[in-house]
């Protein structure tokens, strides 16, 4: 998967450099922030009919890394971004046989989203070269939870069940680790104030999320929600 999502980022790139039709100015950005993932409310795919055996992943706020490359045209830029976002697992709450959630058992470990968007702007002038803008972007997102194991000292029977059945051990000790890939999108909104030169320091807001994906027999899904800051500068 990481040769796919290499290829794929030269692919896009390639694309974008060498696009021509339009004049267009070049820039390379960077941005980071704080990263909000909502909890994972997961889904198991083989539930029993007389046993709802959802789950609910509490999840820390996290950091939140982009880079990208783009062509600016002018009222609208196009760009191809590498991003990257993570946060801590807290807690994990299995549903007892009632159906609904009970109470949630300490975990840790962590969950992180590596993303390759291809993101397209539009720009608004305010005036003074002072932009604020629209964005949306899709692509592909390689989530990976690490290291995630259970705090709890003593595991009652139906956190064993659980743990057998979605993780394939019941040791208390046993630590989980996967990766899957889904499609995403992001939408956001910021703006750009001239700082120098070709330089320009950038706000933004961004929500993204992913499609749901499966996970030891679990479905879910990504969201987030990130407040950014950083420079974009013209090449």
Known sequence: MRKAFSLLAVFMVAALWSSTGFSADRYVSGNIGISWMNDLTTDYVYS??????????????????????????????????LGYQTSDIDAIAYAERDGDLGDPYDFEGDVSVTTLLANGYYDIDLGGSVECYLTAGAGVAQIDLDDVRSLEEDIDDDLVITVINRFGDSDPDYTFNASETALAYQIGAGIAIPVSGGIMLDARYRYFATTDFTVENENMNIESHSALVGLRVSL
């Open 48 to 81: 029993r009919e007389d046993y709802n055996t959802a789950s609910e992943v509490e999840l820390d706020s996290g950091v939140s890394l982009l880079g990208a490359l783009g062509c600016d045209y002018g009222d609208y830029r196009l760009e191809a971004e």
